[in-house]
């Protein structure tokens, strides 16, 4: 193999890599912002039911 064409195979790979990562920090940040919706409803719920037995 000679040398531009390892090269051009180096780049190649690199940006396939990195195409790879960038899905999955995509994939993180959706479940990141999935599990702080979830979160936040629940908080929501035990903040009206909270207001509900004290009332």
């Known amino acids: 193999m000679g040398p531009e064409l ?3 195979v180096m780049i190649s790979r690199a ?3 990195q195409e790879e990562a960038a899905d999955h920090r995509r994939a993180r940040q959706a479940l ?3 599990k702080a919706q ?3 409803g629940q908080r929501r719920l035990r903040a009206a039911f ?3 037995r004290t009332s």
């Open 15 to 17: 940006a396939e890599l």
């Open 6 to 8: 390892h090269y051009q």
């Open 38 to 40: 979830q979160r936040s």
């Open 50 to 52: 909270g207001k509900l």
């Open 32 to 34: 990141a912002g999935r």
